[in-house]
């Protein structure tokens, strides 16, 4: 049964870059036909995708965030990264990273809090 686990700095100061990594064990980020996403959930808000990396390694970002937002995979660790740019107390929220197959249910991280505060 595939595992991920977001980790990464909890606190991150504005103007920034808050960097993610989810680690997946138990299947691999270059299985065909699966796609590896990161959403967030900002606090009293509801869950917003923010884009995903296909097993190909191809990436599509959403398009309010495409111009701050970078995905990238590390295959030899079996890892897959978040990188937001400039960011601002608004990009506080809950990060989750997770595996997603048309037709079939997903698989997500427990989640990690980041605040972006000086």
């Known amino acids: 049964q595939v595992q991920l686990q977001e980790s990464g700095p909890g606190l991150v100061k504005p103007s920034q870059t808050l960097s993610l990594t989810c680690t997946v064990s138990?299947?691999?980020?270059?299985?065909?036909?699966?796609?590896w996403s990161w959403i967030r959930q900002p606090p009293g808000k509801g869950l917003e995708w923010m884009g995903v990396i296909h097993y190909d390694g191809s990436t599509t970002y959403s398009p309010s965030l495409k111009s701050r937002t970078s995905i990238s995979r590390d295959t030899s660790k079996n890892q897959f990264s978040l990188q937001l740019s400039s960011a601002t107390p608004e990009d506080t929220a809950v990060y989750y990273c997770a595996r997603v197959r048309p037709g079939y249910p997903g698989s997500w991280g427990q989640g990690t809090q980041v605040t972006v505060s000086s």
């Open positions: 138990g299947g691999s980020i270059t299985t065909s036909y699966y796609h």
